[in-house]
């Protein structure tokens, strides 16, 4: 069956780096564009982009660029978010999802709470 | 970028009972790319609807989708305990994909 399972749940200090992992497994991981989702605490979704796992090419939305970024191990079918110079307003649960049928997502990651604080 | 505005923000209904929630574009979707999710606390969101009327796999078919353009709509025939939960709507027809802020179905 299908699953994403991300890595587990990260107390950063302001300024330091995460690198959140999402590992595909029970599809083929170069069939399926890999999503990254935000939600901040007791917010909405919030789409921050997606990587093609065929070319590694990333595309981020607006608000997602600098600091992200997506990229790809398919020798192990994970996909990565690193995002550097953390801020408190980066305080999340950040998902992976499965692109399906040209954009939406089928199957999530469990979810990786990164925690930003001094 | 296309902005979903979804009502009512909360809606407060007994098992058994019909429950529609809306979602409006501020433009129209392309090829009516209009997903559903339900979102549990503590849990991922969970896909429902896609194509704005098409069910995920497993899906149960009290949950039905429906509409175009800039008008959407999920309606849950006869709600069961497990349905009570966080629903948004996102639309895929153009980039940025975006989402609704939410409905939340909770019990009466």
């Known amino acids: 069956q299908v699953q994403l399972v991300q890595s587990g749940s990260e107390l950063k200090k302001p300024g330091a780096s995460v690198k959140v992992s999402c590992k595909a497994s029970?599809?083929?991981?170069?069939?399926?564009?890999v999503n990254w989702v935000r939600q901040a605490p007791g917010q909405g979704l919030e789409w921050m982009g997606w990587?093609?796992?065929?070319?590694?090419?990333?595309t981020y939305a607006q608000g997602f660029t600098g600091r992200f970024v997506f990229s790809l191990d398919t020798s192990v079918s994970t996909a990565y978010l690193q995002i550097s110079s953390l801020k408190a307003e980066d305080t999340a649960v950040y998902y992976c999802?499965?692109?399906?049928?040209?954009?939406?997502?089928?199957?999530w990651g469990q979810g990786t709470l990164v925690t930003v604080s001094s | 970028e296309i902005v979903l505005t979804q009502s009512p923000g909360t809606l407060s209904l007994s098992p058994g009972e019909r429950a529609t929630l809306s979602c409006r574009a501020s433009?129209?979707?392309?090829?009516?790319?209009l997903a559903w999710y339900q979102q549990k606390p503590g849990q991922a969101p969970r896909l429902l609807i896609y194509?704005?009327?098409s069910r995920a796999t497993g899906i149960p078919d009290r949950f039905s989708g429906s509409g175009s353009g800039t008008d959407f709509t999920l309606t849950i025939s006869r709600l069961e305990p497990e349905d009570f939960a966080v629903y948004y709507c996102?639309?895929?027809?153009?980039?940025?994909?975006?989402f609704g802020q939410g409905t939340k179905v909770e019990i009466k």
């Open positions: 194509g704005a009327s």
């Open positions: 999802a499965r692109g399906f049928s040209s954009g939406c997502f089928d199957y």
């Open positions: 996102q639309q895929y027809g153009s980039s940025p994909r975006t």
């Open positions: 990587i093609n796992t065929n070319t590694g090419n990333p």
């Open positions: 029970g599809y083929t991981f170069s069939m399926n564009a």
């Open positions: 433009q129209s979707v392309s090829s009516n790319y």
